[in-house]
C-alpha cells in the first residue's frame, strides 16, 4: 500500500507547455508540500499545505500553482515550463495539528523526474 | 556561508564499519531531520530530533544545540546502507526546513 503516491514518475516535454503532477496519501495527513531536488540533489520547499490551505510557499515563480482538492491531494500545475523547471520533484505528507509546519516525521512521495526540452 | 554544512560529502566504508555523518548548521532551530535517498532517488524520513539521541534499528542520531551539531551514525554498516544522506534543521522563527548538501555513503561488501 503505498502512502504518498505521484503521477507520473517522468515528464518529458517541451519548453512553454504546461503540465501538472499529482500526488496523493492515504495516511490521512493534514499537511502536504512539494520540494524541488536540483540537478546538485539540493532539496528546497516549495509549498505547503494543511487541511487544503496553503502556509507555506517560498519564493516560487507564479507559473508554479499549487492546488489542493482535499486534503489527501496536492497537485502541481505548472504553466509555460522552462528549462530551468527541469528537477525533480517530490511530493510529501505529515501529520500535525497547527500550523507550525514540519514538527512531525514527513513521508515522502517517489518524485517525479521533470524533463523540459 | 551555507546555512547547513554536512561533512564528509563522500564516505567510502567496507561492510560492517562503523560510519559516523556530521551537520552544523547556523540557526536556532526546534528541530532537526535526518532523511535518507536511496540510489534510485526515494526518499525516506529517518529523524526527527530535538534534544539528545535517537535510535532506530542501526542508526543512532544525536544532536548537541548548544554546540548547533548533529551527527548521524550507522553501526555495523551494510551495503543496503547505501545512499544519500541528507541533514535538516528546522529553524525556530518559522519553522522553515533548510536542507544540506548531503553526504553520499558507499558501502562494499
Known amino acids: 500500500d503505498t502512502a504518498v503516491s505521484q503521477t507520473p514518475k517522468y515528464l518529458v516535454t517541451q519548453m512553454g507547455n504546461d503540465k501538472s503532477i499529482k500526488c496523493e496519501q492515504n495516511?490521512?495527513?493534514?499537511?502536504m508540500y512539494w520540494y524541488k531536488q536540483d540537478s546538485k540533489k539540493f532539496l528546497k520547499i516549495m509549498f505547503s499545505y494543511n487541511n487544503k490551505e496553503l502556509i507555506i510557499n517560498e519564493t516560487v515563480p507564479n507559473r508554479f500553482s499549487p492546488k489542493s482538492p482535499d486534503k489527501a491531494h496536492l497537485n502541481l500545475h505548472i504553466n509555460s515550463l522552462e528549462l530551468g523547471d527541469s528537477a525533480v520533484y517530490f511530493c510529501a505528507s505529515s501529520q500535525i495539528s497547527d500550523f507550525s509546519a514540519w514538527t512531525d516525521t514527513q513521508y515522502f512521495g517517489p518524485g517525479t523526474r521533470l524533463t523540459v526540452l | 556561508k551555507n546555512e547547513v554544512e554536512q561533512s564528509p560529502q563522500n564516505l567510502t566504508a567496507q561492510e560492517g564499519e562503523f560510519i559516523t555523518i556530521n551537520c552544523s548548521y547556523s540557526v536556532g532551530i526546534s528541530a532537526l531531520h535526518w532523511l535518507q535517498q536511496h540510489p534510485g532517488g526515494g526518499i525516506v524520513s529517518l529523524f526527527m530530533l530535538s534534544s539528545g539521541k535517537k535510535k532506530h534499528g542501526r542508526l543512532i542520531a544525536t544532536i548537541n544545540i548548544q554546540e548547533k551539531h548533529s551527527s548521524l551514525h550507522i553501526t555495523a554498516s551494510h551495503p543496503r546502507d547505501s545512499a544519500v544522506y541528507i541533514c535538516?534543521?528546522?529553524?525556530?522563527?518559522?519553522?522553515?526546513?533548510?536542507f544540506g548538501g548531503g553526504t553520499r555513503v558507499l558501502v562494499k561488501p
Open positions: 535538516a534543521p528546522q529553524a525556530a522563527a518559522g519553522n522553515k526546513l533548510t
Open positions: 495516511l490521512g495527513h493534514d499537511t
